[in-house]
């Protein structure tokens, strides 16, 4: 067999080998990974490999064996999909906007408020979440504000946390918020982030599989495209453990392609792939 991309045999990627690379990753993350995408995780594994001297997935995955623990991180970190975008599903962030002013016009303030960004990716869902958390609440009100920020990945929460971007990827910006949460474009065409939005965000590792360490409820869970590389089952228990964490009435945003039919009963639809918990 010859690849596009060179080196053909000595890293082909047989199907024992490959049901035992998809068996690993879905007992640890939860990733379910079907047939078709034999050919994505050969090409995604290939340099790993090559780190290690190996050219031969079984001898991988015989290593993987040996130490599961030490290989988890970079099988991880080469396999998830991290694909995001600032303000992607802006009509969510419109919700957000919305929720917040309710919550700050309760007596009171809004009090503790707690938004956490679960499968945060190199950090634009956040930081767009902590931008609208700064244009809607006024210093005082958001003096006990905090948004989580999660992944299993650590590889995409080191960029997050240094909150530098493209150009060209904080294009999608809502108007006026780049000249207001974005410094000056450096010579490589790169913005970093404000530090009043910054600090609103703590980035942490966090498998979803694993026990949470989190005390308190959240008002609000961004859980965006995430669970749609789970099955069914681990979809519904992730929900429930949501529903288990929000505070009733606080709100659960999924990704555009996802629902929570035949997943949990215990939300009431908010808006378009927005949920609220019932009490
Ligand atoms: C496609 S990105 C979604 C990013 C963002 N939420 C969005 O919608 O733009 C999915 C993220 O989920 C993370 N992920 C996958 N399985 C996970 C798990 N078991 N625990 C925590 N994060 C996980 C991946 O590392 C990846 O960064």
Redesign the pocket.
Known sequence: MTHPHGNDELFALRSKEFKFLSAFLSSH???VLPDNKREMVRGRMVKRLRALGLDDFKDYCALLEADPESELEHVVNAI??????FF?EPHHFTLLTGELKRLAARPGGPGRLRIWSA???TG??PYSIAMTLVDTLSPAQRRDALVLA????TS?LDRAARGRYSAQSTQRLPPGYRRRFLGVEDEEGYLEIAEEVRECIRFRR????EPWPMKGLFDVI?C???AI?FDKKTQRALVDRYANCLRPGGLLFL?HAESLIGVSERFDVAGKTAYRRLP
């Open positions: 993350t939860g990733i998830t999909t991290n694909i995001t975008q992607r499968g945060c990716s634009e869902e999660t992944d299993i990945d995409v966090l498998n979803l599989l961004f965006r495209n995430v590389y990704g």
